[in-house]
């Protein structure tokens, strides 16, 4: 069966520091893979998504980048923290030619 | 501009009644659509989609209902139980596409 993880599960980060998310995939290959931000009280927002290695599109322009080193390997970066980029940050994937998507457990991210 | 609404941000039912939660979307492209659950601090979990090709699907206690003509569909949970007690999401989503649009989410309480 396939299996999503994440870490950290929760960060605190000073403003100006840089941040590094990483999310891995199980039992899978070739996934499209997502990271998502929730701000507290708000839906799920696309940041990046990715269909392959390499691949990455950005929907929301910020201070965050995004890569894809391996097929089921997903970081998400920041140089420069922001008050703003506090959040929950979940990485998810779908199969290839499916829509259904399934989440990680996701990183509670405070910028102080 | 908000393409996908949930306009109940809250909903109490009592255990063992229908709970039913509701989902408006403004852009006619969208042709597949997901409703999530989500409990604190974790990742939203899939629970049921439909094709714009259909109008109902049911898996066990979740049926989707989708009403293309009104830009709206509903999740219906029957009988309702305490564990069902969640924050639910729905998601559209353009065939083709990897960019799904989430509601901001409404929060179920079943009560026992």
């Known amino acids: 069966s396939q299996t999503i993880h994440q870490w950290p599960a929760t960060l605190v980060q000073p403003v100006g520091s840089p941040l590094s998310l990483e999310c891995t995939v199980e039992?899978?290959?070739?996934?499209?893979l997502y990271w998502y931000r929730q701000a507290a009280g708000r839906g799920l927002q696309l940041l990046f998504y990715?269909?392959?290695?390499?691949?990455i599109s950005s929907e929301v322009p910020q201070n965050l980048s995004a890569s894809r080193p391996q097929d089921r390997q997903f970081i998400l970066s920041s140089k420069k923290l922001l008050l703003s980029d506090s959040g929950f940050y979940l990485c998810?994937?779908?199969?290839?030619?499916?829509?259904?998507?399934?989440f990680g457990p996701g990183t509670r991210l405070t910028v102080t | 501009d908000q393409q996908v609404k949930q306009n109940s941000p809250s909903l109490s039912v009592q255990e063992g009644r229908i709970s039913i939660l509701n989902c408006d979307y403004t852009?006619?492209?969208?042709?597949?659509f997901l409703w999530y659950k989500k409990y604190p601090a974790e990742g939203p979990t899939f629970l049921i989609s439909?094709?714009?090709?259909?109008d109902k699907n049911e898996d066990g206690r979740f049926t989707v209902f989708l009403n293309k003509s009104a830009k709206h569909l509903s999740l219906h949970i029957v009988p309702s139980q305490p564990g069902d007690s969640a924050v639910y999401f729905c998601?559209?989503?353009?065939?083709?596409?990897?960019?799904?649009?989430f509601g901001t989410g409404t929060r179920l309480k079943v009560l026992a």
């Open positions: 039992g899978t290959s070739n996934p499209n």
């Open positions: 998810a994937w779908s199969p290839q030619g499916g829509y259904e998507q399934y």
């Open positions: 990715s269909v392959g290695i390499g691949q």
């Open positions: 439909i094709s714009s090709i259909k």
């Open positions: 852009n006619s492209m969208f042709d597949y």
């Open positions: 998601a559209a989503i353009t065939s083709g596409t990897y960019k799904y649009i």
